[in-house]
């Protein structure tokens, strides 16, 4: 596997996934925010691009990642950790549930959230109006049977040679 980092830029505002009670079909239920959706639907056309053009790596084993952001303004300023979960749900597969069974629907950049072990240098660098960003950064873990204790990755390495 490829073990050099791969980089790549979300533009616009980076919103957090706070969730707000809606009216479903009779019933409140928790959904992520408008701003959000707007947010996670303009990111996932700028990856659907880099999936075109061939420069969207996919990570199935553990892996580092830094997320630089570049907020639009002070106002409303996000908490950090919320923004790293917006990020990591935006890049990770999407699955969808078909007659009952949870089906892989879209490959992103993660196949999981849970397959990043650290997010070792990731910050809010400043406020840029002019140019609202993400820039993140991912870098391939070495992982062993032996040393990981994640079971999905562990099952993923197994899976890889062929030791079931």
Request: charged residues 25%.
């Amino acid at each position: 596997m490829n073990k050099t980092p791969f980089a790549f830029v979300l533009y616009g505002n980076p919103v957090t996934k706070k969730n707000s009670p809606v009216m479903v079909k009779g019933r409140s239920v928790l959904l992520p925010s408008e701003a959000y959706r707007k947010y996670e639907s303009s990111c996932r056309k700028a990856l659907q691009v880099l999936k075109v053009q061939e420069k969207l790596r996919h990570f199935s084993m553990g892996v580092s990642m830094c997320c630089l952001y570049y907020l639009e303004s002070k106002a409303h300023y996000p908490d950090l950790l919320g923004l790293l979960q917006s990020t990591s749900d935006i890049i990770s597969d999407e699955y969808k549930t078909i007659n009952h069974k949870k089906t892989l629907y879209t490959k992103w950049v993660l196949s999981d959230d849970r397959i990043i072990k650290n997010f070792d240098g990731s910050k809010i660098v400043e406020v840029n109006s002019l140019q609202p960003r993400v820039i993140v950064i991912i870098t391939p873990l070495s992982t062993t049977i032996d040393t990981e204790t994640d079971p999905y990755i562990i099952k993923q390495l197994k899976e890889e040679n062929n030791l079931f």
